[in-house]
């Protein structure tokens, strides 16, 4: 969501606005710019900065301003932009510690339904249905069907952009049709598609994070302007074998 403000001498004086609808979606998002719903062609971090730049190029530079820049990513499905599709390709990333737990004493951790083991074979892992024989995810709600979803998410990006994406994830499909893993080790296999796509989406916002504070760079801004960096809830990244942010706990108190 980017919900670029100008100040004039109380808020709200002037105010311009685009941000996302609902959840929003990794390619080709649509926008409410100012009440009016518009598609844009490209990638949502490129994009929600690339309006963040253009907001400080045509602002009164007479007068104050106030810029709130926040990102859809990482939130579920985990969509790499294309740049970063390689990234951690050929790493095995480690295990937490305590990705074997076993629950013990922990009765809602227990009967938890957002474990990485219940992900979505299609909706989080990307599998097309043809690389598996039926969807044994739960993924956190048991009557929702997640391949639907999927299906949409995959056909907003460009031919160019599938193209990207099936390089790098149809070989990793195929081996997975050829030889599904079972047990603990479907349970590992899913750990590694998830943890490198979560970890392709925040180098997203890392790279363009440093456009935006170039840029105020740029325009002489940086010893005057106050940066305040903020997130929502911590969320599990694969500790005591989970991907939800609901169970209180040492691990969820920190932000992600």
Same mark, same amino acid.
Not at 13 to 39: C, D, K, T, W
Not at 182 to 190: F, I, N, Q, S, Y
């Given at each position: *969501?980017?919900?670029?403000?100008?100040?004039?001498?109380?808020?709200?004086?002037?105010?311009?606005?685009?941000?996302?609808?609902?959840?929003?979606?990794?390619?080709?998002?649509?926008?409410?710019?100012?009440?009016?719903?518009?598609?844009?062609?490209?990638?949502?971090?490129?994009?929600?900065?690339?309006?963040?730049?253009?907001?400080?190029?045509?602002?009164?530079?007479?007068?104050?301003?106030?810029?709130?820049?926040?990102?859809?990513?990482?939130?579920?499905?985990?969509?790499?932009?294309?740049?970063?599709?390689?990234?951690?390709?050929?790493?095995?990333?480690?295990?937490?510690?305590?990705?074997?737990?076993?629950?013990?004493?922990?009765?809602?951790?227990?009967?938890?339904?957002?474990?990485?083991?219940? *992900?979505?074979?299609?909706?989080?892992?990307?599998?097309?249905?043809?690389?598996?024989?039926?969807?044994?995810?739960?993924?956190?709600?048991?009557?929702?069907?997640?391949?639907?979803?999927?299906?949409?998410?995959?056909?907003? *990006?460009?031919?160019?952009?599938?193209?990207?994406?099936?390089?790098?994830?149809?070989?990793?499909?195929?081996?997975?049709?050829?030889?599904?893993?079972?047990?603990?080790?479907?349970?590992?296999?899913?750990?590694?598609?998830?943890?490198?796509?979560?970890?392709?989406?925040?180098?997203?916002?890392?790279?363009?994070?440093?456009?935006?504070?170039?840029?105020?760079?740029?325009?002489?801004?940086?010893?005057?302007?106050?940066?305040?960096?903020?997130?929502?809830?911590?969320?599990?990244?694969?500790?005591?074998?989970?991907?939800?942010?609901?169970?209180?706990?040492?691990?969820?108190?920190?932000?992600?």
């Amino acid at each position: *969501m980017v919900l670029p403000l100008r100040l004039r001498h109380t808020l709200p004086a002037r105010r311009s606005s685009r941000q996302l609808i609902g959840q929003g979606h990794y390619y080709r998002p649509v926008f409410l710019e100012n009440g009016v719903e518009v598609e844009h062609a490209g990638y949502v971090t490129d994009l929600i900065t690339d309006f963040a730049l253009e907001f400080l190029e045509n602002r009164d530079k007479e007068k104050p301003f106030c810029l709130l820049y926040h990102h859809m990513a990482p939130h579920r499905n985990w969509m790499p932009s294309p740049q970063h599709l390689d990234l951690f390709a050929e790493d095995e990333l480690p295990l937490p510690p305590t990705f074997g737990d076993d629950y013990k004493g922990r009765l809602a951790a227990q009967e938890a339904d957002m474990r990485i083991k219940d *992900m979505y074979l299609s909706l989080d892992m990307k599998l097309h249905e043809q690389s598996y024989e039926r969807e044994t995810g739960t993924g956190g709600n048991l009557e929702f069907d997640p391949e639907p979803s999927w299906r949409a998410s995959y056909t907003r *990006m460009t031919e160019q952009e599938k193209a990207a994406w099936d390089a790098r994830y149809e070989p990793i499909n195929q081996a997975f049709a050829k030889s599904p893993p079972e047990g603990a080790e479907l349970t590992e296999w899913k750990y590694q598609r998830y943890i490198k796509d979560y970890l392709r989406c925040v180098a997203s916002i890392d790279d363009n994070l440093g456009r935006l504070l170039d840029r105020l760079d740029e325009q002489g801004l940086s010893d005057n302007t106050i940066v305040i960096y903020t997130s929502d809830q911590g969320f599990y990244l694969g500790e005591l074998l989970e991907q939800l942010r609901t169970l209180q706990r040492e691990f969820g108190d920190e932000v992600s």
